[in-house]
């Protein structure tokens, strides 16, 4: 009872506490908390949502995995690859930072969540072997130079676009380093400096806090960040009020819209309840109506995105009224000569109703809601489901591929027994939790794992301590994060991921199998080529491999065998051995499935032709693992056509596995008891006991070991 009561509480191992546990995990616990809270408010950007939801996924999720899971170690909470397969999963759903984007990443968590948990229930963790470790090779490296490159904006001071193509919005960054704000890349490249060198020099110190802490003492003292509003009349360029004037009209229109969908909605729910046949006349109508305001409203989004885009790449200057009204804006360089500008390059940000929320400054965290996230239900729909399963399921699987690897890595110190399935349950409930506090999709983090075990975690209340640490920080410390600088944070996030670049693991899969080597390069270049839908190069890395995974087989190995000197049976065409004329050894180095029999019939074929004097083909199957119904009937179909063509087809070295499928489809019984061996010894002297008894030159059976010595001796290479 007590068994079966810790294995569905795993954390009831960690009891009874000892004091020194508890001072251990107490110490790991502070020590991981303070890299983890600025590291998840990062990481929340680089999934499109505000900083202050990485809290929110720093909070609940961590402390659930280590309840549930079973390595003592792992540290779960947000991490640099998931939120980056989030962002990209969301992106052409939703505006990043929106109200709309940010439902759909605490959806895309529950989902996560879910999938995972069910894996785990179903004790379905194999599942994740569909990703081999070249693919997720060839993924990650991709993913770590999209994650940095996509923080050169914030680095820079820059806008970035997000269009289908994320080489393209690159470029475009690329294209503004003219314009680069010099506060903004002197915070990033201080923070750079200040966590390189700690880690170099005093590698024990938290880095990343301490960068964080400093940039932020500084931001705030020289007033780093400067904001302003503005009107859409206000800017003195034609072409630039143009634009704004558009995007302030597709924004009322789609206000309209979306309350035009929520009335049709509304009505169709009530036609649905109705049974009358006007009724149903009525809710196909409204369904009709509806996909259609779905695809107007989908052109309206893409067109304000598209119009945001080519704003945020104009600057300006503002020159000041004496009315005290907004002041004009002219773009830079174009200021009336008889008018002075007040000295700030100004950006739009933002266009609502009119107004425009200019930045001309060095960008921060801003306000950080104080208190706990609010705890509720996931917004959700069937059909939104429908269009996240996908993303779901790779972030399921990635994610948890990173974590299980990261716990099994630190068993391996500690030599403690990770359960993968029970790991798939404590990530899975985590993330579920995590969805119903407002927290986007989490996995286990190598770096913050690492930290925990070094710091001299015990237990799972490590994680737990520093849950407690970052509910303190939601509580009461978030008006210190306000002026934290945009460009820190990308700092933190570029030198996360500059770990995860390892191009010698590409080339070590090649030297190990070209055709490893071939899928986790493809896996690279697709991951790139696809971004921002990362998705799709996982899915074409995954897909390659196990088609050249299935091609390998296609076309194992077959070896014509003679008598080597030491009396074993090798590969005569490799060791230039003579071989005989009555008896034909074949050695088959694959499993018979339906994708290779074809082969496995040419080969046996060729062989005979190619000895037209055999009376006896030998198969030595040492090396056939598995036969399915196509195996069986292409074996049974070679032992009837070759005994009316005078050979007789004897097998030897056969497993239990491949005999049960041949007694079970009477297969065993054509082939006959006499003509299947234990090993390749036995049926060569049986065979050659029947060409004496057939008066036939034994001369030419050069397979016969000398005096008989070679009995005993075994198949080599």
Not at 638 to 644: E, F, G
Request: a neutral charge; glycine letters at 8%.
């Amino acid at each position: 009872m007590q068994m079966q009561l810790k294995r569905f509480l795993p954390f009831l191992n960690w009891f009874p506490l000892r004091s020194e546990t508890i001072k251990s995990d107490l110490v790991a616990g502070i020590t991981v908390a303070l890299v983890l809270i600025p590291q998840s408010m990062a990481y929340a950007q680089l999934a499109g949502l505000p900083a202050y939801y990485g809290l929110y996924a720093a909070f609940m999720p961590g402390i659930i995995a280590a309840l549930w899971g079973s390595s003592a170690q792992l540290a779960t909470g947000p991490v640099a690859v998931v939120s980056l397969l989030t962002a990209s999963a969301l992106a052409p759903l939703a505006a990043s930072g929106s109200s709309q984007f940010i439902a759909l990443a605490v959806l895309m968590a529950l989902m996560v969540g879910l999938i995972q948990l069910t894996l785990g229930v179903f004790k379905l963790g194999v599942v994740v072997n569909f990703l081999s470790h070249p693919v997720i090779v060839g993924f990650t490296n991709a993913a770590a130079i999209i994650i940095g490159l996509s923080q050169l904006n914030k680095l820079f001071g820059v806008s970035m676009g997000r269009s289908e193509h994320f080489i393209q919005d690159i470029w475009g960054v690329i294209q503004q380093i003219g314009d680069t704000h010099i506060p903004t890349l002197l915070m990033g490249i201080s923070a750079f400096a200040i966590m390189w060198g700690l880690k170099k020099f005093v590698p024990k110190m938290p880095g990343v806090l301490i960068a964080v802490a400093l940039t932020t003492i500084v931001s705030w003292s020289i007033g780093f960040e400067h904001n302003s509003k503005g009107k859409i009349e206000s800017i003195m360029d034609v072409e630039v009020k143009t634009l704004a004037n558009d995007f302030s009209l597709t924004e009322i229109k789609i206000d309209e819209l979306n309350g035009k969908l929520n009335a049709k909605s509304t009505e169709l729910k009530r036609h649905q309840k109705s049974h009358e046949e006007k009724s149903s006349q009525r809710t196909a109508a409204l369904n009709y109506e509806i996909e259609l305001l779905k695809l107007e409203l989908k052109d309206a989004e893409g067109e304000n995105r598209k119009l945001a885009r080519s704003m945020r790449k104009f600057i300006f200057e503002q020159v000041s009224t004496a009315n005290g009204q907004p002041g004009q804006l002219y773009l830079a360089g174009q200021v009336p000569q008889n008018e002075k500008s007040d000295g700030y390059r100004w950006r739009i940000k933002k266009v609502s109703k009119g107004e425009l929320k200019l930045v001309g400054g060095g960008e921060v965290v801003g306000s950080i809601p104080a208190g706990l996230p609010q705890f509720d239900l996931p917004k959700f729909s069937w059909d939104m489901m429908a269009t996240l399963f996908s993303g779901a399921l790779v972030i399921s699987l990635v994610g948890f591929m990173e974590a299980i690897s990261i716990a099994k890595a630190m068993a391996a110190k500690t030599k403690d027994r990770i359960d993968p399935n029970q790991e798939l349950i404590g990530q899975g409930i985590a993330n579920i939790v995590g969805s119903f506090s407002q927290a986007f999709p989490a996995s286990g983090s190598f770096s913050r794992s690492a930290v925990n075990l070094n710091a001299g975690a015990r237990t799972g209340m490590s994680s737990v301590f520093a849950g407690i640490i970052v509910l303190v920080t939601l509580l009461f410390l978030t008006p210190l994060l306000y002026h934290l600088p945009q460009a820190v944070l990308a700092a933190v996030i570029m030198m996360a991921v500059i770990g995860l670049i390892n191009f010698k693991a590409i080339k070590h899969a090649w030297h190990a199998h070209k055709h490893d080597g071939i899928a986790s390069a493809v896996t690279f270049v697709a991951t790139l080529a696809f971004a921002p839908h990362l998705d799709n190069g996982i899915m074409v890395g995954a897909g390659l491999a196990i088609l050249l995974y299935l091609y390998r087989t296609m076309k194992p190995r077959v070896a014509i065998l003679g008598r080597y000197s030491d009396g074993t049976l090798r590969d005569a065409k490799v060791h230039n051995l003579p071989t005989s004329e009555h008896i034909i050894a074949m050695r088959y180095d694959g499993s018979l499935y339906f994708a290779n029999v074809p082969y496995f019939e040419d080969t046996i074929l060729e062989a005979v032709a190619n000895n037209p004097k055999a009376s006896y083909l030998l198969v030595v199957g040492d090396g056939i693992n598995q036969l399915d119904a196509s195996g069986e009937e292409v074996i049974h179909h070679m032992v009837q056509r070759l005994k009316d063509n005078g050979v007789t087809m004897v097998f030897s070295g056969l497993k239990k596995q491949v005999l049960d499928v041949m007694r079970h489809t009477g297969l065993f019984d054509l082939i006959t008891q006499d003509n299947i061996f234990p090993n390749e010894d036995m049926a060569v002297d049986a065979i050659y006991e029947k060409i004496r008894a057939a008066s036939l030159d034994a001369k030419f059976c050069l397979l016969q070991p000398k005096n008989g010595e070679a009995n005993s001796a075994k198949i080599s290479t």
